[in-house]
């Protein structure tokens, strides 16, 4: 028979950032890379003043093809690690 080699539409896009918070319960981070569609964005917080752990919930608020917006359940200072993974 005939093999045929795997045809790939598009690439992966990756990328880390983070958004710094100042007593905020709010931030928006713009993504490096383009995106066709919207990505898939985790978020994980960081008490950087402290022991490294913070005792907030935190989820998305707005999110598109260009940028992302979290929100905390309560004022923090510390950053929010973000991980996107899209086309």
Partial sequence: GIRKSPKYESLVNVEAGYIDLSNENNGTYTYTLSYDEIPSVVGTPYDSTGAGTVN??????TISKTEVEFTTSENMTGRIYLQIVGF
């Fill in 56 to 61: 907030v919930n935190i989820y998305i608020s």
